[in-house]
């Protein structure tokens, strides 16, 4: 199977932005879906957003007007770009990838201080 790996993350204060990266390597797959769920700790995993091969978007609503969610097709990349970042935000991001077969990647970890 493929794999996923992302990248990005890191420690900002309240305010401020990241960018997320997640490229598909490995084995050649069919992605119908990509986006990021994210875990902070003593809580479940919850969708954060998600971008299907037509360019549709869907984006919690917490992050709505703040994140923005694209992908490129030809490097089987996705892109979340997160702006005002808030304290309550920080937790591990996971991005997954859904079409032939579902994929999550490592995570990476996101630290918002006040």
């Known amino acids: 199977q493929g794999q996923l790996v992302e990248s990005g993350g890191g420690s900002v204060q309240a305010g401020e932005s990241l960018r997320l990266s997640c490229s598909a390597s490995?084995?050649?797959?069919?992605?119908?879906?990509m986006g990021w769920y994210r875990q902070a700790p003593g809580k479940p995993r919850e969708l954060v957003a998600g971008?299907?091969?037509?360019?549709?978007?869907n984006y919690a609503d917490s992050v709505k007007g703040r994140f923005t969610i694209s992908r490129d097709n030809g490097k089987n990349t996705a892109y979340l770009q997160m702006t005002s970042l808030k304290p309550e935000e920080t937790a591990v991001y996971y991005c997954?990838?859904?079409?032939?077969?579902?994929?999550w990647g490592q995570g990476t970890q996101v630290t918002v201080s006040s």
């Open positions: 997954y990838a859904d079409g032939e077969y579902f994929l």
């Open positions: 490995g084995s050649i797959f069919s992605i119908d879906v």
């Open positions: 971008i299907i091969n037509n360019g549709s978007t």
